[in-house]
């Protein structure tokens, strides 16, 4: 599988398409339905499905607007489905004083989930404390992180269901996994999960 940022262009938040055997899978669509087209034309791939790290409005800004184009499927863990179409779960009512909603999900995942992708598969890791429904997407030797994660932080916990002692719990358990992975994290640069977690070990 090959990891594909897209060039942010929104709200500083990542998007990224899962490339494998011509299919790609769209993470948090943030930027503009074209770029993310267009970065997908440039792979020789055809858009497979929309994975959402969490519900929050700047990761999922396009989504819309890509299921307008495409028949694609949208994935969100079942604890944060409820924020797509609530602005105050969804932060931008937070942000901008007013309502704004996006359509539903397709499938709701849960803990362990595999998504497939060509012969093979994503893995869903929930890893709630940014918001309870946040997950990071196993593939390979790389991990997306959603605002989990960062290079060298770890995602807010002051938004509606944020949750300090989640989030800790979360980022302990990807100690389990191997330190070399690459992260690619919801915003910011990449950076190796081992060295991520030896940033973030000294703010808990």
């Known amino acids: ?8 262009e929104s709200f500083g938040a990542n998007t990224y398409l899962i490339v494998h055997q011509n299919q790609a899978l769209i993470v948090d669509p943030a930027v503009t339905s074209g770029a993310i087209l267009e970065a997908i034309r440039a792979e020789d791939a055809s858009p497979a499905g929309i994975l959402l790290t969490h519900g929050h409005f700047d990761h999922v800004l396009s989504m819309d607007s890509l299921r307008a184009a495409y ?7 079942r604890d944060d489905a409820d924020f797509l179409a609530d602005g105050r779960k969804n ?8 309502e704004r909603s996006f359509g539903s999900a397709d499938h709701l995942l849960e803990d362990g989930d595999r998504i497939p992708l060509g012969n093979t598969y994503v893995e869903v890791i929930h890893t709630p ?5 946040s997950v990071c997407y196993l593939c390979d030797d790389s991990l997306l992180t959603g605002d989990t994660l960062f290079a060298d932080t770890y995602g807010r916990c002051d938004l509606y269901g944020g949750s300090e002692a989640m989030m ?3 980022l302990a358990s990807l100690r389990n996994l191997n330190p070399r992975l690459t992260v ?3 915003h ?4 190796t999960l081992g060295n991520a977690l030896d940033t973030v070990a000294y703010l808990l």
């Open 1 to 8: 599988m090959k990891i594909v940022p897209v060039a942010t």
């Open 71 to 77: 028949p694609l499927s949208v994935s969100i863990h």
């Open 91 to 98: 932060a931008f009512s937070l942000f901008f004083h007013r």
């Open 129 to 133: 404390g940014h918001t309870p429904g």
């Open 168 to 170: 800790a719990a979360s």
């Open 184 to 186: 690619y994290p919801g």
């Open 188 to 191: 910011g640069r990449s950076e």
